[in-house]
């Protein structure tokens, strides 16, 4: 466009003014610091022009839109203080810190917040901003206040058998699946009594190297395909060494595949010790993330012994025998 040919003539400009200026030694006399100034003051008198401009433009574009998408930093940062829109939509409302919510309300006549409060919360560094409640989003704020709410209970990602468990944990039994029945949608595949042992990694994450051995014969026994099948794990160093063995296939963390899904998942769990540690596992928010990625085939791998010590996932496995879907990995050797 004519915009983008003038932005980028300034920036070439600019750009050789400033090498100029630089072509000047220490040891030079008046005329030549002089010149050295003007350059500089010509470079950043172009850079304001810049500046400027995008600014024309940027306003003159939100002008002309019916629809603006940004992120809400990205939002709050275009200086809309002057726009009034009819409707704000927030999506993955769940995950949106409050400060950030405040920030771009504002903008609009009335605001829609999209999103699920049972799945991963606001992600915050900060243990201050944790203790403070900024770890509770705008959308769970708006539950305790009771604004009014509507449950999108029609569930288009999974047949039945995978919605079950989570739509009885979290949803209370309010969801219905639009996909059919499908029977062996759901395996769990038992490492108790193997030598599956959770290890420490170089990062001080977890791993379990003989799981990954097992999901390499899960993957050859049921021929999976890595364009249709997505491997993930809470801990990166498990995920770290999954991508070692598995270059094919797309792996990821949980927090990372928020969002995403795929035919066929395979959650490799990674805690086995004789404590009954679960660690990431014992966020079951986290949880409902993971068993809920799939369309066709979940796969979960884990220690029932260390799993069995929680009731969420003794509940878990109850569902999984109820569904026929339990295997010990001894079937896999």
């Known amino acids: 466009s004519k915009d983008a040919v003038t932005l980028k003539k300034w920036k070439i400009q600019a750009e050789e003014l400033r090498k100029m200026s630089h072509q000047y030694k220490r040891n030079f006399g008046k005329d030549e610091r002089d010149q050295r100034n003007l350059l500089r003051k010509e470079v950043q008198r172009i850079r304001k022009d810049i500046r400027d401009f995008c600014n024309q433009v940027e306003t003159s574009w939100i002008e002309k839109a ?4 940004g992120t809400p930093v990205g939002i709050a940062d275009l200086n809309l203080d002057y726009f009034h829109f009819d409707h704000l939509i927030i999506d993955e409302g769940s995950q949106l810190l409050e400060p950030l919510f405040w920030g771009i309300l504002p903008f609009a006549k009335q605001v829609v917040i999209a999103g699920d409060p049972f ?29 009014d709410h509507s449950l999108l209970n029609i569930q288009y990602r999974m047949p039945p058998e995978l919605i079950h468990f989570s739509n009885k944990e979290f949803y209370d039994n309010q969801l219905i699946s639009h996909i059919e029945s499908s029977e062996g949608a759901l395996c769990f595949y038992d490492t108790t009594g193997t030598e599956a042992e959770e290890q420490a990694g170089e990062s001080g994450s977890l791993c379990n190297p003989i799981e990954v051995e097992f999901i390499a014969k899960i993957i050859q026994n049921l021929n ?37 899904e795929n035919d066929v998942i395979i959650f490799s769990t990674v805690r086995s010790n004789s404590d009954g540690n679960l660690g990431f596992l014992k966020d079951y928010r986290r949880m409902n993330v993971g068993l809920t990625r799939a369309k066709k085939k979940m796969i979960v791998i884990g220690d029932s012994a260390t799993l069995g010590s929680d009731l969420f996932f003794t509940r878990f496995m109850e569902n999984v025998e109820q569904l026929n879907g339990y295997h010990s990995c001894y079937e896999l050797i």
């Open 119 to 147: 799945q991963l919360p606001p992600t915050l560094l900060s243990q201050n901003a944790q203790k403070g409640a900024l770890g509770l989003s705008i959308m769970e704020r708006a539950f305790k206040n009771k604004v």
């Open 224 to 260: 999976l395909h890595s364009i249709s099948t997505t491997i993930i794990s809470p801990y990166s160093a498990q995920v770290d060494l999954l991508k070692s063995q598995f270059p094919d296939f797309k792996i990821s963390t949980i927090d990372s595949f928020q969002g995403q």
């Open 66 to 69: 019916h629809v603006i998408l």
